[in-house]
């Protein structure tokens, strides 16, 4: 009986770890294949969100303006090669993360508070200087969202990554 035991803890302490890797891992994926847009977007059947910047790229970011409690979020800029992850509501400057030109951003959850089956987060593209919003993007709407509340049946496993995509052209 004491086998057994050890056996299911040990199970579960490696089952964790696994899960917790996982979603780390998802970023470098992300980073490091050239591949991954493009097999995402056939794996989420969404296209991604496209919005124009015309001003350049100064004091531009995210608004991460909704969060799940207790889940971590990341901002993926794949031309820049860089990521930032956010655990409260709050700005992200872009500015050094985006590049003249088309840039590719993916969001996607790399911590989920317990539930797997309820999450939301929302990023907002915006303008700020001394931390006020100068100008919104969008039509003020969000450019990645992610909402699963459990509601709707799963068809695939897409449906629980929180990945979404958006494609930010710099003039």
Known sequence: MAYIQ????VFSLFSVNAVVLAQGNIVD???????????????????PTRVVITDGCQDLGFNLAELT????????????????????????????????GLNRVVSVLTRNS?????????FILQRNIN????????NGNAVLESRYDGSQPVRDISNLSGIELCEIEIR
């Open 114 to 122: 317990g539930n797997r089956t309820r999450f939301h987060y929302k």
């Open 131 to 138: 931390n006020v919003p100068i100008s919104v993007y969008h």
């Open 29 to 47: 994926y992300f980073l490091k294949d050239p591949k991954a847009w493009d097999e995402t977007k056939k794996i989420i059947h969404k296209t």
């Open 69 to 100: 409690e207790g889940d971590e979020v990341a901002l993926i800029f794949i031309n820049a090669q860089k990521s930032e992850k956010l655990k409260h509501m709050g700005f992200c400057n872009a500015e050094d993360k985006l590049l003249p």
């Open 6 to 9: 050890y056996f299911l803890a």
